[in-house]
């Protein structure tokens, strides 16, 4: 073998010898004599060694199979349970490692005061921190902060060289109630008062997180106030500079303050309200209508209204609502004006059922104000945001009914199909005119009407209706838009219809119809 390969072939005739028997007894060794015996002795071990390396390469393909199999069942699962893991780690640590507090940096910190804190309040919350501190060092901070806020000039200095922060801005419109201010100010105010009641020195923690630190009230009540526009003033009371009114009031006792402090309230009509809710604006906002109840207006439900609108005679005004918000007051001061002819009700479209009861009139908006019919037709509505004036006028316009209101939804069944061949409606813009004088357009149009009461024939023959601008707002099909353009035409000038000329009372505008009327039947 080594005479006909070569030295070569020395290591692979060893492997030769292993897997075919060479090396073993002379009995049981087969003979390689000739080279094709060798050659295919050699072809022999390769096949063997390409199916070894084939047997391992599909067993690591099936194990790369089950690693991704595995990784698709399980991995989202891991991830999950890491997250989770993660946020439990972070929430702990933060009250091990929280932020300092700007205690040693900022001398209204040291005495837990507000940095628009009157000079009475500083005196009392340098006694109140005296009293309870026995460590020297600190006493002498206190004292410290005490000297510099004291003294007018040193304050202005100190507040100059240390600007306020955007949460303290917020107190510069909150009015501190005292004792000699509270009788005209809350007393004789028919504003509802949503107020701030704090501690005398209510340092904050050295450690910050977010399960110590309390809200920032100035803030919220500030953005709830906003959203109010003027129908609520904001206040603070400081319990322990003000004892006599705080007792007044009854957040004190004889055992203590009965509330954990700060907290809000509102203050209506000389009684406050502690608020328990949630720190959110739109829930500070809920709860100060809640205390502003009107006697003028009623809260109906889906329950309550079948009852609510056969009560009496007057016409019915509903008010459908989320939120509170400066329009819901608006509305209640509307229904003070017109509580004589009108009766006001008010639906929360959150409670059970109310959401029914604004579909059943096909209303679209919210807020929104429905002037209810007794025919149960398409009501006179106003939505969207509205103001005093614009509501007033309103409701004096629908408050007599006189004609039959077209919107979209009836205008083709009154004007287009009916058994009447005119149609002459009166188009109004309740928000921007004064109700006045579409009392007064109200009151001509009736009379023209009654002109052709005599004529049966014309009476036969013409409907007389009235719409106000609003339903532009809400209803916007083709039947509403034909108001303003020839029915049916896309290029049409709007010829067909006839206007007041001027110095042209309505009785003047009848008279000349018929005559061109009559002028070209005798054509």
């Known amino acids: 073998i080594n005479a006909e390969y070569g030295e070569c072939a020395t290591p692979a005739m060893s492997s030769i010898r292993e897997r075919t028997g060479a090396g073993r007894s002379p009995a049981r060794r087969k003979k390689l004599s000739t080279p094709a015996q060798l050659d295919e002795a050699f072809n022999n071990y390769n096949k063997a060694k390409q199916t070894e390396g084939t047997d391992q390469e599909k067993t690591s393909k099936q194990k790369m199979k089950g690693i991704m199999k595995d990784v698709s069942t399980y991995g989202p699962m891991v991830l999950l349970a890491g997250f989770t893991l993660l946020v439990v780690l972070l929430t702990l640590g933060q009250g091990f490692m929280g932020d300092e ?135 603070r009371i400081n319990v322990d500079d003000q004892p006599q009114l705080a007792e007044e009031l009854g957040l004190v006792g004889p055992k203590g303050p009965k509330f954990k402090f700060p907290m809000i309230g509102v203050i209506y009509n000389g009684k406050i309200v502690a608020y328990k809710g949630e720190p959110r604006i739109l829930k500070i906002c809920d709860f100060l209508g809640d205390q502003i109840q009107s006697s003028n207006v009623d809260l109906v439900t889906y329950t309550t209204f079948a009852d609510w609108r056969k009560s009496d005679d007057r016409i019915k005004v509903l008010l459908f609502r989320k939120t509170f918000t400066r329009m819901v007051m608006v509305y209640r001061d509307a229904a003070e004006q ?62 007599l009914p006189l004609f039959p209101r077209v919107s979209s939804e009836n205008f083709e069944e009154v004007c287009i199909n009916g058994g009447k061949r005119y149609c002459a409606i009166l188009a109004a813009d309740p928000r921007y005119i004064t109700y006045r004088k579409i009392n007064t357009t109200l009151e001509v149009f009736g009379r023209a009407g009654k002109m052709f009461e005599g004529n049966t024939d014309l009476t036969d023959q013409i409907e007389f209706a009235w719409a106000d601008k609003v339903s532009d707002y809400l209803n916007t099909t083709e039947q509403w838009r034909s108001l303003y353009s020839v029915f049916g035409s896309d290029d049409a000038e709007p010829v067909s219809y006839t206007h007041l000329r001027a110095h042209e009372t309505p009785e003047h505008l009848v008279c000349r119809l018929l005559l061109e009327k009559k002028k070209k039947k005798q054509e």
């Open 101 to 235: 507090g700007p205690e040693d940096d900022n001398y209204y910190n040291v005495l837990g005061i507000k940095r628009m804190a009157t000079p009475s309040e500083i005196a009392v919350a340098r006694d109140r921190l005296l009293e309870l501190e026995s460590d020297e060092e600190k006493r002498s901070e206190i004292d410290d902060a005490f000297n510099t806020l004291s003294n007018p000039r040193s304050r202005r200095t100190y507040d100059r060289s240390t600007p306020a922060t955007r949460d303290d801005l917020y107190y510069k419109a909150i009015t501190p109630l005292t004792s000699e201010n509270y009788p005209t100010e809350v007393l004789n105010n028919q504003s509802a008062w949503l107020v701030e009641i704090h501690a005398g020195a209510a340092r904050p923690p050295r450690v910050t997180t977010i399960h110590n630190t309390p809200p920032n009230w100035a803030r919220l009540m500030t953005k709830a106030a906003k959203i109010l526009k003027g129908y609520s003033r904001l206040g």
């Open 338 to 399: 017109f509580e004589h002819i009108m009766k006001f009700g008010e639906v929360d479209v959150r409670s059970r059922g109310a959401v029914n009861l604004w579909r059943r009139f096909n209303l679209r908006r919210l807020p929104l104000v429905a002037v209810l019919r007794e025919d149960d037709q398409q009501p006179g509505v106003l939505g969207g945001s509205f103001d005093q004036r614009m509501l007033v006028n309103f409701l004096a316009s629908n408050r």
